[in-house]
């Protein structure tokens, strides 16, 4: 079975743009979380998705966002980028949001510069 | 709602030595613990996780945890490590029921040292 796949790997972008970051999750996983890793806070909630509404989501503005299709593959977006933006963003999927245990992608290390 | 803290931020240890990553949390439910183990450029992977039953869970690589309520603690303890388990390690809660996200510690980087 495949695991979690997450595009781009790596992304370079410049402050004031904008970046769509894709996860595809598990086969039959439908709920998707997402992740921002920085070395001095560690890992982050985003939001979580499930049959395409958002379930939970974390402390972060607005330009922060994301969307689930109906095959479970998520999306999030993030406008106007800041330096700050940047971290490796992390993908998790489970079966569904009582699932205790998720499956993390590798990644989307994203630059702001 | 829940918090966790790993006591340190990194932790150097001698190849065959023992290892010791401290986990302490705060919740007013009942709650699942895991510890996931993140290798450099990799996404993290569920190293091993507490649901009920016996307090002392292991995983496939020799890595073993306690659960103790008393001390709202779960330490993850390796009797003699490889230069292999170079990694940051997470240790994460999440309530029985499922009503609120999954909340992971600030990690802790394991040095192994020759």
């Known amino acids: 079975k495949a695991g979690v796949t997450q595009t781009p790997r790596y992304l370079i972008k410049t402050r004031g743009q904008q970046v769509t970051l894709s996860c595809s999750p598990i086969s039959g996983h439908r709920s998707v979380s997402w992740y921002q890793q920085t070395p001095g806070q560690g890992l982050q909630f985003l939001f979580e998705y499930f049959s395409e509404t958002q379930r939970n989501k974390g402390n972060f503005p607005g330009r922060f966002s994301g969307r689930q299709f109906s095959n479970s593959r998520s999306e999030m977006n993030v406008s106007t980028l800041e330096l700050g933006d940047s971290a490796l963003y992390l993908c998790?999927?489970?079966?569904?949001?009582?699932?205790?245990?998720?499956?993390f992608g590798p990644g989307t290390r994203l630059t702001v510069l | 709602a829940q918090s966790v803290t790993q006591l340190d931020s990194q932790v150097p240890v001698f190849e065959e030595a023992p290892v010791e990553l401290r986990c302490n949390y705060s919740?007013?439910?009942?709650?699942?613990l895991f510890w996931y183990v993140q290798y450099p450029n990799q996404g993290l992977q569920l190293l091993l996780k507490y649901l009920s039953g016996s307090t002392l869970v292991e995983s496939i690589n020799g890595f073993e945890a306690e659960f103790n309520k008393s001390q709202t603690s779960f330490h993850l303890r390796k009797p003699s490590v490889h230069i292999s388990d170079t990694a940051e390690y997470f240790c994460?809660?999440?309530?029985?029921?499922?009503?609120?996200?999954?909340?992971f510690g600030k990690g802790t980087r394991l040095h192994i040292l020759p």
């Open positions: 994460a809660v999440t309530p029985m029921n499922r009503d609120d996200k999954i909340i």
């Open positions: 998790a999927s489970s079966l569904d949001p009582s699932g205790y245990e998720q499956f």
């Open positions: 919740s007013s439910v009942s709650v699942y």
